[in-house]
């Protein structure tokens, strides 16, 4: 009797790509390898990153290679949660400490106020949702077991309530409109932007590195690194930005498509969207973060088409947004450009899925295709 021997192992190729083989033959699709599930594409490649399966599922392959399962964190902070056999988890999730969690359609899980058939939630930074009574900017609120909103009373009824100190300050950034936030934390959601030089209320002391302000009739936080409370006589706009292109007042939102005859439309710092369309971010210290194509894209579709794509947000990686916009399955995508439409750059980076770089087509004319 001839015993033949069975033999697998992992190999790696010039491109420095992944493979595992089997008796000489590389495997193909899913594999389960020392207890965890892989993924290997037609030609035997292990594949990292975002993966849609057969059966309609999102996988992600952390950059082992191996299926994500449970809780995971993205390049972007976000958090998505995927079940035991890998599949991305949308909707309603409760864990085995009986909390529960909003996963949207893109599958990044949900924080803060959020509104699901008729009713109104609020889930922690953690993501948890809340339940019974909780004060949250000046007010209780109060929901019943199932995380429903029922009742909302001032904080000012209580007799235990002191009047914050109000003061007047003002916004002091570079050039950029500063963040104004729901929550003074940098994960918490950004509710608008106030442009440089604008005077704002500031309501109590410092908090986190936020304060507490009120401006066009909305209370929310800021960062405390850019806020003076003397008014300075350099707060017009940077005039070393390169506004030729604007037609739009610095702090203003544009009303009008950019000018055509130009061959390009934006400015140094980000500012070709002001305000509402493309709100800058800030890093870790504060500085506002410029020159993202994810946002300027989310801001033209905007204008472009009446509809605001905010289903990925507008942040992130160029690949990363495309990605997550494939994946709520509301848009179409293909290889015929139209006006609106959002082009790709192919990529060879790592962990990009081939895709890079996003831009917006602007007109289709004679058989030339214009993209900003």
């Not at 950004?190 to 590195?209: A, D």
């Not at 739009?248 to 002001?274: C, I, Q, W």
């Not at 160029?318 to 959002?342: C, D, F, I, L, Q």
């Amino acid at each position: 009797m001839n015993i033949i021997q069975a033999h697998a192992e992992w190999n790696k190729n010039s491109q420095n790509k992944w493979f595992w083989t089997e008796n000489g033959q590389n495997s193909i699709g899913w594999k389960k390898i020392n207890g965890q599930w892989y993924y290997f594409s037609d030609n035997g490649e292990m594949v990292t990153g975002w993966l849609k399966g057969h059966d309609g599922n999102w996988y992600y392959l952390l950059n082992s290679g191996a299926m994500a399962i449970g809780w995971f964190k993205d390049y972007n902070g976000d958090w998505y949660y995927f079940s035991g056999s890998g599949a991305m988890v949308t909707g309603w999730y409760k864990d085995y400490d009986g909390n529960w969690y909003y996963l949207l359609n893109s599958g990044t899980m949900a924080t803060g106020w959020i509104e699901h058939n008729g009713g109104k939630y609020y889930l922690e930074d953690s993501g948890a949702m809340v339940t019974g009574k909780k004060t949250i900017d000046g007010k209780t609120h109060e929901f019943d077991s199932s995380g429903n909103l029922i009742k909302t009373e001032s904080i000012e009824n209580n007799s235990s309530f002191v009047k914050e100190e109000n003061r007047t300050a003002y916004i002091a950034t570079d050039s950029c409109p500063l963040n104004l936030r729901d929550q003074p934390s940098m994960n918490s959601n950004i509710i608008g932007s106030i442009p440089k030089g604008m005077q704002v209320v500031v309501i109590g002391k410092e908090t986190n590195g936020f304060y507490k302000v009120e401006w066009d009739n909305t209370i929310g936080y800021i960062s405390s690194s850019w806020v003076s409370f003397e008014k300075k006589n350099d707060f017009s706009s940077n005039s070393n930005n390169s506004t030729s292109n604007l037609k739009v007042t610095l702090g203003e939102m544009r009303t009008s498509a950019p000018s055509r005859d130009s061959h390009y439309y934006y400015s140094d710092s980000n500012l070709f969207y002001k305000v509402k369309l493309s709100p800058p971010f800030t890093n870790s210290s504060g500085k506002p973060i410029v020159g993202n194509c994810t946002w300027y894209a989310w801001g033209r579709i905007w204008e472009l088409t009446g509809q605001k794509p905010t289903d990925a947000d507008f942040r992130g990686n160029a690949y990363e947004w495309w990605e997550a916009n494939k994946r709520t399955g509301k848009y179409k995508y293909g290889t015929t450009p139209k006006v609106g439409a959002v082009p790709v750059w192919k990529s060879s980076l790592p962990n990009s899925g081939g895709c890079g770089h996003v831009a917006v087509v602007e007109k289709i004319e004679n058989g030339k295709v214009y993209i900003s």
